[in-house]
């Protein structure tokens, strides 16, 4: 019996040093190191913020450094070359309405974006057609009772010039209808993020975000043409404001910026943070 403890003790032991020995192996064997830094779109922001978090867990000697202005900065900012990874909400490689293309860059697809359109708490309204938010955003409508709410003045808030969210709102929800500036009851914002503080605290204002931000009782979003914007909608098709997210790079990626980009294209992340964040897996889209 003694033998046989002692064999067991001794068996456990070289266990837990071959384990030991493997996993000091395999943290030797991770020499990937570098800086990444990844500017643009503040609407893939906390994927991207999320997706750095674990990246360096894994590899500790690699450094991100994420910012967000606007999609327009990104692709940019990797012209100039101080970014390796351009976020943006098109495919910049490409010509889009008020962008032309960004020669050399490739477009590196990470995630289906939806867009809703939100709405101060106070304003009384659940759905809006294609039309009515037209006729809002192009300054014919004016007042909230002309689309089913009470008798208050409509405040337009909208995202800056080179915001890829306007770029893809105004394509797809105003289906290419104008934006207006306005000298009253009209704002415009530089980020996700201020979108979503000056509609909270702007009573009968509306805008539009992506949906990962919408969160919190001080905003709503509305259906859209009698759709709710949900990722299940979005997959189905039922719900059409939604775009691909893409991270713009000089030429095909190379080291680490090639191993975080696989890595946010990677069905651990897609299916686990992502989804949680709010996005929708690529995988999960048939076009």
């Not at 000091?24 to 800086?35: E, N, P, Q, V, Y």
């Not at 105004?170 to 415009?188: F, S």
Request: proline share 3%; aromatic share 8%.
């Amino acid at each position: 019996m003694k033998i046989f403890k002692k064999f067991t003790v001794t068996a456990l032991t070289a266990v837990i040093a071959v384990t030991a020995s493997f996993a000091g192996i395999a943290a030797a064997a991770d020499s990937l190191k570098g800086k990444i830094t990844v500017n643009g779109s503040t609407a893939l922001l906390p994927l991207t913020l999320q997706a750095a978090k674990e990246f360096q867990k894994l590899h500790p000697k690699v450094k991100i450094a994420a910012s967000g202005k606007g999609s327009v900065t990104g692709p940019q900012a990797v012209k100039k070359g101080i970014a390796d990874i351009g976020a943006c909400d098109w495919d910049a490689s490409m010509d889009v309405p008020g962008f032309k293309a960004f020669e050399g860059q490739v477009a590196n697809k990470v995630a289906v974006i939806p867009f809703a359109t939100i709405v101060n708490k106070n304003v009384g309204v659940d759905n809006l057609t294609t039309e009515q938010l037209q006729g809002i955003f192009s300054g014919k409508i004016t007042n909230w009772k002309d689309v089913g709410g009470s008798d208050a003045n409509i405040v337009v808030v909208t995202r800056a010039f080179g915001s890829g969210t306007r770029v893809n709102y105004q394509a797809k929800a105003l289906a290419g209808g104008d934006i207006t500036k306005k000298e009253k009851n009209y704002k415009e914002t530089g980020s996700s993020g201020d979108m979503k503080t000056a509609i909270a605290t702007t009573p009968n204002s509306i805008g539009y975000i992506d949906l990962v931000y919408v969160s919190g009782g001080d905003i709503k979003a509305v259906k859209f043409n009698g759709v709710e914007a949900t990722s299940d909608n979005v997959i189905n098709g039922s719900y059409k404001i939604w775009a691909y997210g893409y991270y713009m790079t000089k030429g095909q990626p190379t080291g680490a910026t090639k191993e975080f980009i696989d890595y946010v294209q990677s069905k651990k992340f897609q299916q686990g943070s992502l989804k949680k964040l709010k996005f929708i897996p690529i995988s999960a889209m048939k076009g």
